[in-house]
């Protein structure tokens, strides 16, 4: 199957700092790429979904001036946690379509102290 | 907002028994996936269930679409310790996913 990355893998940062996270597809374009969030024991919870080459749009209850997504190729998008606090703290995975299938990056665990 | 449901939410069972887990919604899906997550890791993708009643089998498990394509079932037979893990369902276009079950098969 595709191969989709994230980097980094995990991240420890201060309250009131931004920290930017990279999603790659490596061998193919996707147009769409969406982002989640998990916390401990639970589901994923679909954040936003990113177009290439346009705004993105966000789950209603998500903050798009705290979560920017940018989707600026075919093949990386980004979402930057803004002014980040504890409560920030999760697990941040994004996934890529190629045709009717997604395929999901490894994961970035955000610890903000 | 495309809402789906999965039952059992846990499930807790012996080496070798079988199993069931439901996705349901009232939504409508061009098509549903399964996916299996362990701990600290991302999804992965297990199956994608586009056709109305399709069956598919993937060696021990056998995934089934409803004819109405609002609700899907994940079987597993002869359960091992190896299966052990998150279950999520989601369906297409809009990628939500379920509340996920979680299965522990104890040898």
């Known amino acids: 199957g595709a191969v989709v990355s994230q980097h980094p893998s995990w991240v420890i940062c201060k309250s009131g700092t931004s920290v930017k996270i990279e999603c790659r597809s490596l061998?193919?374009?996707?147009?769409?790429m969406f982002w989640y969030r998990q916390f401990p024991k639970q589901s994923l919870m679909l954040m936003a979904t990113?177009?290439?080459?346009?705004?993105?749009?966000?789950e209603q209850g998500v903050e798009k001036d705290k979560f920017l997504i940018n989707h600026a190729s075919l093949t990386l998008s980004t979402l930057t946690v803004t002014s980040a606090h504890p409560e920030d703290s999760s697990f941040y995975i994004c996934?890529?379509?190629?045709?009717?299938?997604?395929?999901f990056g490894p994961g970035t665990r955000l610890t903000v102290l | 907002t495309q809402l789906l449901e999965q039952s059992p939410q846990f499930l807790s069972i012996q080496e070798g028994e079988n199993l069931t887990v439901y996705c349901n919604s009232s939504?409508?899906?061009?098509?549903l996936q399964w996916y299996r997550q362990e701990p600290g890791e991302g999804p992965v993708l297990l199956v994608t269930v586009v056709t109305g009643g399709e069956v598919k089998k993937l060696k021990r498990l056998t995934f089934q679409f409803g004819d109405a394509r609002k609700d899907s079932s994940l079987h597993i037979t002869a359960a091992q310790p190896g299966d052990t893990g998150l279950y999520l369902c989601a369906g297409d276009p809009a990628m939500r996913f379920g509340a996920g079950t979680r299965l522990t098969v104890k040898p």
């Open positions: 996934s890529a379509r190629e045709d009717a299938q997604q395929f």
């Open positions: 990113s177009n290439e080459g346009s705004k993105a749009t966000y």
């Open positions: 061998d193919f374009q996707a147009t769409t």
């Open positions: 939504s409508v899906f061009s098509s």
